[in-house]
């Protein structure tokens, strides 16, 4: 584990008058992987927008080791694995690949390890539309994973996955538990996710709780969100 | 930027958007040629009618005119030199009604010489004698008799209408017609694909994410944007300069063809040469904010084309309104040159491109 300070502070924002986020407060301080859980529409995707600058907070400040993250740190240390969608579906992986390389100056060597890892060799050169969803989702994880940034941000990685795509990305989420980046992923698979970590960030009512939950994020989950709601959002630290 | 444009190239190849441009711009090129190749054998013929119409019923007076005596009495001596103006006048008409039938413009314009000629022959014996047969009054014959000879001095053929042939005219008239901003912004509309396929869907969220500045994409999209043009518009006068050299007119113009006593063909293509770039850069901020700021693609279209028709044909301040010295130039080619709208327009086309870059950093993707 690697010491690093990731932190959101007072984070509000809103689509329209739906409040997403009110003075929501996170604080991450090593490397490792981290869930991210909630009910669908509860604003897990936002969040991760919201980190990468693709959403404007309407307050509050997301910094990284103590620097509010702008553009260009986005750019240079966070990388985000979202829904396929954001593809070309015309280009090809490799077109992608190649882009996303070239502008982070990505070696050789390292683009075919990774393709290796996630074993997307076979379909690198076909266009996106004719790729499955876990070929897609598999491409997705690759394009983020190159420029080894050191925040990692994966939005539900393992939704609509056949079973060879479940395991690849799992062993994948194995291997980060020992590298120096955080990793920060969000799922409704918790089975899954609880074989990875055990380290999760509930989203709850419109602020962020962080806790280490040691009966596994199933039963946290039903207290949460099926059951009257004890805890009421706030602060979460780790 | 080196990469951007890479992607950019990709992403037209692969959905052969290239073939797309060279076809449009083939069939572009290829229907104005067309268009105005019908247009100038509509005035030609308007032409050789109307000259016919005077010859006869200037014949009709003539034949009703008793024989010439061999000796003129003194007081009848400036009543037989307008008849034998009359009769020079009846030739050229007639002889000119041929050359303009037949297409010969180098005949044609001599005989047309020749017709002034006589007209201010006639004048002088009997005023705006000549405006019965040929409609023209005394003003417009002498400034139409300095400009013919000035043609005939220099090889050139004279072109009554705004419509030739002649590939420098027909170019010049092609790129007025393409620079035409109600019309350019339907050309970058299309050709601006790129940014639209980006910011119509989610991809812009991957492009976004994979640059250092946003700006960078806003630049790129404009060279891209600029270089397509360029492709387009050395297709499109490609394609009408052949078929104007294969099938174009016998009229010889030179850069130096007067258009009006203010503008000659030269001085028209160099104005257009300086507000290409400029108007092309303008147009496609205003495409791009378009395309940020309204979602559904018609209305965007609407609003594009309503405010760059509206600001072209306002009829004020038109000396420092680039638009308007582009687009009236289309319809007037006497429109006076003002090289300071390049200024305004230069200003116009950088705050467009700030307000597209804070919407672009302000924007929720």
Redesign the interface.
């Known amino acids: 584990m690697v010491k690093m300070n990731f932190e959101i502070k007072d984070l509000s924002f809103a689509y329209r008058r739906h409040p997403v986020f009110i003075e929501a407060n996170l604080t991450l301080m090593t490397s490792g992987v981290y869930g991210l859980v909630g009910p669908n529409g509860s604003g897990k995707s936002t969040l991760f ?1 919201l980190i ?5 907070p309407t307050q509050g400040a997301i910094t990284l080791d103590g620097t509010v993250l702008t ?2 740190l ?3 240390n966070v990388a ?1 694995a ?2 396929s ?4 579906p ?3 992986g490799r ?2 690949i ?3 390389a ?3 100056h990505v070696a050789a060597a390292r683009i075919a390890a990774v393709s290796e890892q996630l074993e997307i060799t076979q379909f690198v050169d076909q ?1 996106v539309s004719s790729l499955s969803q876990g070929q897609k989702q598999r491409l997705m994880i690759v394009l983020a994973l190159l420029p080894e940034a050191r925040l990692l941000l994966m939005d539900e990685p393992l939704n609509g996955l056949d079973p060879d795509s479940v395991m690849i990305i799992r062993n994948l989420l194995e291997d980060f538990k020992s590298t120096a980046q955080m990793v920060i992923v969000s799922s409704h698979n918790l089975d899954e996710l609880d074989k990875v970590t055990d380290q999760i960030i509930f989203k709850v009512d419109q602020g962020l709780q962080f806790e280490t939950v040691a009966d596994g994020a199933e039963a946290r989950y039903a207290e949460l969100y099926h059951h009257a709601r004890p805890v009421k959002a706030g602060d979460g630290h780790a | 930027m080196r990469n951007l444009a890479i992607l950019s190239w990709l992403r037209v190849k692969r959905r052969g958007f290239w073939l797309l441009i060279i076809g449009v711009a083939i069939v572009t090129g290829a229907a104005f040629f067309g268009v105005t190749k019908w247009q100038l054998a509509q005035e030609n013929s308007t032409i050789a009618a109307r000259l016919e119409r005077g010859s006869e019923e200037l014949g009709g007076q003539l034949r009703e005119i008793p024989p010439k005596p061999a000796k003129i009495p003194k007081h009848m001596i400036g009543y037989w030199h307008m008849i034998d103006a009359k009769e020079q006048l009846l030739v050229a008409m007639h002889r000119g009604s041929q050359a303009k039938t037949a297409g010969n413009e180098h005949d044609y314009t001599r005989w047309h010489v020749a017709m002034l000629e006589a007209s201010m022959q006639l004048d002088k014996y009997v005023p705006n004698g000549a405006a019965e047969f040929t409609t023209l009054d005394i003003q417009t014959i002498k400034r139409q008799l300095k400009r013919d000879r000035y043609l005939l001095a220099t090889g050139q053929t004279v072109i009554n209408s705004i419509y030739s042939l002649a590939p420098r005219a027909v170019l010049t008239r092609l790129f007025l017609f393409l620079l035409c901003p109600p019309i350019l912004i339907f050309l970058l509309l299309g050709l601006n694909w790129l940014w639209r396929d980006s910011f119509d869907t989610k991809t812009h969220q991957f492009l976004l994410l994979h640059v250092r500045q946003r700006s960078h994409v806003m630049w790129e999209n404009l060279v891209s944007t600029i270089v397509l043009m360029a492709l387009f518009s050395l297709i499109c006068g490609g394609t009408t300069g052949i078929l104007a050299i294969l099938f174009g007119g016998k009229e010889s113009v030179a850069w130096s063809y007067p258009l009006t006593p203010q503008t000659s063909l030269g001085v028209q293509a160099a104005i257009l040469a300086v507000f290409a770039a400029p108007i092309v850069w303008c147009l496609t901020a205003g495409v791009q904010a378009g395309t940020l700021l309204l979602h559904h693609i018609s209305t965007r279209i609407a609003v594009l084309v309503i405010v760059s028709a509206g600001i072209t044909f306002l009829p004020f301040g038109i000396s420092l309104n680039p638009f308007a010295q582009l687009g009236y130039r289309l319809l007037d080619w006497q429109q006076p040159l003002n090289i300071w709208a390049l200024v305004s327009l230069l200003i116009v086309a950088g705050s467009l491109t700030g307000v597209v870059n804070i919407f672009l950093n302000r924007r929720n993707a």
């Open positions: 927008n990468t600058g693709l959403l404007h553009p260009n986005v750019f240079a985000y979202q829904d969608s954001v593809l070309y015309y280009l090809t077109d992608h190649r882009f996303v070239l502008q982070h266009r």
